[in-house]
């Protein structure tokens, strides 16, 4: 079973905008991780978040964590075709599992 | 460096009949994990190797499904029987360490007919 949730399921937005994901979690975790992946392809690994971080960037991707409300957001900036694809947190927890959220479908238009 | 392998990437079959599916892991990761992902929904795990012992199995149905790690390295996951509910996206996956970055095959997608 899936023990995280993502808002929104869906996300449409023009190139150059930026665009932000949720995604919540239920108990205590190790860490958090984010992942994207492409229609028909294997998740990749985007940024992983520990649980004393609060924010943590890399290149056009910003991710915070608030663990007083369980939940993380995913910040793409300047947004490019490219980057459309299912975004996907994974919380990582203290007995070494981990789960994956349903996803965000983005869709950045030319 | 070669990424996660998985073969088949594509296979169906008629109800009942048995499947398997195999992963080659990145060398030295420890961790091994296979996902079921179906439409529009993320990986649900089934079942995670540290080397060669399953230590965590508990979404794995094993009225019909089974995975096997042997020395540690390769993997394999069948079914048998397959239902029709069983068509989805077998991935797999693997890591240095639990809740590390995983590293994803492409997947093998079964339509069970």
């Known amino acids: 079973s899936q023990q995280g949730e993502e808002d929104p399921q869906a996300l449409s937005i023009q190139e150059g905008e930026n665009a932000t994901m949720n995604c919540s979690y239920k108990?205590?975790?190790?860490?958090l991780q984010w992942y994207r992946q492409n229609s028909g392809r294997g998740l990749v690994h985007l940024i992983l978040?520990?649980?004393?971080?609060r924010e943590k960037h890399s290149g056009r991707l910003r991710v915070t964590l608030d663990t007083s409300k369980k939940s993380s957001s995913l910040l793409i900036t300047a947004s490019r075709a490219a980057d459309t694809a299912s975004y996907f947190c994974?919380?990582?927890?203290?007995?070494?599992?981990?789960?994956f959220g349903a996803g965000t479908r983005l869709t950045v238009k030319p | 460096e070669a990424g996660v392998v998985q073969s088949p990437r594509y296979k169906i079959i008629e109800k009942k009949q048995p499947v398997a599916f195999w992963c080659n892991p990145i060398?030295?990761?420890?961790?091994l994990y296979w996902y079921l992902q179906n439409l529009g929904q993320g990986p649900e795990l089934l079942i995670r190797?540290?080397?060669?012992?399953?230590?965590?199995d508990s979404q794995l149905p094993k009225d019909r499904f089974s995975a096997e790690r042997l020395k540690g390295v390769d993997s394999t996951l069948k079914i048998q029987p397959a239902e029709l509910g069983d068509s989805a996206v077998y991935l797999c996956?693997?890591?240095?360490?639990?809740?590390?970055?995983?590293?994803f095959g492409p997947g093998t997608r079964l339509t069970v007919l």
């Open positions: 994974a919380s990582g927890y203290n007995n070494n599992d981990m789960r």
């Open positions: 108990t205590s975790i190790n860490n």
């Open positions: 978040i520990r649980s004393n971080e």
């Open positions: 060398s030295g990761h420890n961790t």
């Open positions: 190797y540290e080397n060669e012992e399953a230590v965590d």
């Open positions: 996956a693997s890591s240095f360490i639990s809740t590390g970055e995983q590293f």
